[in-house]
């Protein structure tokens, strides 16, 4: 049998059942849909969660019912940040302390620790609204509050209020300066903030656009 008589034995293809064709499309599109269905998942947990897009965002914070003496606490980046409204015997506290701390004009690490606008006694945009990260620039321990004067454990005779890191007894006066002779290295961190009002406050942000 010749070449060409081996290729003509071969059956030519017949007609395709309509209802077939029908049948075999809609089961590869399924199977399309399915395999998209199952990458999206799959592509999606590649994206930042908001979660992870708010941890670096900036926090705007309402302080219209903060009373003199009272703080508030918000998280940024992960950080307690505090808004103490100094009261006017806190805020004349500062200047008797000046001799008893280790950098009173925030001039260690400025740009990291304390913005341009506040390196001053207050350590403040306003005088009255201290904002800081309450970590412990030693160990990254938490300092409570010791706002009460006079001696109390653990403080001297003649304190004036501020704060007391437990974990080692850094101290720290009501601008979060920390106090000679102590285990802290540096004062507490101010964070880049701005006031949009005299009651809105942004932490995380310090330029306007």
Known sequence: MTQSSQASA???PGPVDPSKRN????????GGAGAAAVAVPFVSTFQPSERAKAAGAAVEV?????KPG??????????PVWIIKRTPEQLESLKKTEGQLADPKSERNPA?????????ANRSIKPEVLVAVGICSHLGCSPVDKFQTGAQPSLPDDWSGGFLCP??????DMAGRVFKNKPAP?????????YLSDSRLVI???KKA
């Open 112 to 120: 990291e620790l304390t913005p341009a606008y506040a390196r001053n």
């Open 10 to 12: 071969v059956p030519a």
């Open 70 to 79: 009272e703080k508030l606490t918000v998280e940024w980046r992960g950080k």
């Open 204 to 206: 995380g942000e310090d």
């Open 186 to 194: 540096d004062n507490l961190e101010v964070p880049p903030h701005m």
């Open 23 to 30: 049948w075999i499309l809609a089961t590869a599109a399924v």
């Open 167 to 172: 974990c080692h007894g850094s101290t720290f």
């Open 62 to 66: 309402d302080i219209s019912a903060l």
